[in-house]
């Protein structure tokens, strides 16, 4: 028979995920990591409790914040069948530009619970001269958070002065893999990573993972809307386990249109095109 802790863990990860393995998680945690001018383009949103209103009343399948943020928007998604991820690490932009390659632990798993947490997550920067002190960062969050049942979510993001010296940009699927690989490795319960600019490439980095769900971490948002919904198109069809996007929701003036379109093509396996036409945005 299994463990209490390891029915806990799954029971909490389905929160998440649908029946079909799959899930879009919108993540909050831009304006610690990047400061508020990332709202610029849809100032209303910098109001977590406006933003998050919006995701959950569009169908989102969880959201990840920061500990203070989802204390403070955390009433919108109550009554709502959204999972909710609390990030512990972080970092901001106004550190000195050489330690932006480490991430801080901000909060604790004891904090996230009372938040009423489904998950926790924290970064690594593999390959960060920092590498060391965030690897066990992530082993103390993770010990912690599964003797009490709760899954762990990394954020497994390969970068560092010898990445780009050897491989040339962060993104080569070579590095991707490694990253992924070292997340399940480590004990992550999902994982949260780059695009390798192909669904060939990114299907080598699933098959790292070992089955462990991996999801494409948005990025910077794209001016056309379609453009993600066939990124995110190639990651599902690569055996990809959905996204989990910010910028590309909150920084559209119609972000719950967006997220229902991003629905279809993740749970209904939708082509782009038609999601894009069903929900008015072409």
């Known amino acids: 028979m299994e463990s209490y802790n390891n029915i806990g863990i799954k029971r909490r990860l389905r929160r998440f995920f649908r029946g079909d ?5 919108f993540a909050m945690d831009h304006g610690f990591e990047h400061g508020p001018t990332d709202f610029e383009e849809t100032w209303e949103h910098i109001n977590p409790s406006v933003i998050i209103r919006k995701v959950a009343r569009a169908g989102i399948d969880g959201v990840m914040m920061l ?8 009433n919108e998604l109550i009554g709502k069948e959204v999972g909710l991820m609390v990030k512990l690490t972080s970092k901001t932009e106004l550190r000195p530009k050489e330690e932006w390659l480490m991430q801080d632990q901000l909060g604790f798993v004891e904090d996230a619970i009372k938040l009423g947490a489904d998950a926790v997550a924290a970064t690594v920067y593999w390959g960060s001269p ?3 002190a965030m690897m066990r ?12 049942g709760y899954p762990v979510v990394q954020f497994a993001y390969p970068r560092g002065p010898y990445i780009n010296e050897k491989y040339g940009k962060k993104e080569d699927y070579r590095v991707v893999m490694y990253g992924a690989r070292a997340a399940a490795e480590i004990g992550a319960d999902m994982i949260k990573t780059y695009w390798t600019g192909s669904r060939e490439t990114f299907a080598k980095v699933i098959d790292a993972a070992s089955g462990v769900p991996v999801l494409l971490s948005g990025g910077a948002k794209t001016d056309n809307p379609l453009d993600f919904l066939k990124l995110v198109w190639e990651v599902i069809e690569a055996g990809g386990s959905g996204a989990v996007v910010g910028r590309n929701i909150f920084q559209r003036k119609n972000p ?3 997220i229902k379109a991003l629905l279809r093509v993740i749970h209904k396996n939708e082509e782009p095109e038609e999601a894009a036409k069903a929900e008015g945005l072409v």
């Open 21 to 25: 393995g799959r899930a879009l998680i």
């Open 256 to 258: 719950e249109t967006f």
């Open 137 to 148: 960062q992530f082993a103390e969050i993770a010990s912690y958070a599964h003797d009490l």
């Open 67 to 74: 500990p203070g943020i989802a204390r403070i928007a955390g």
């Open 130 to 132: 920092y590498e060391g």
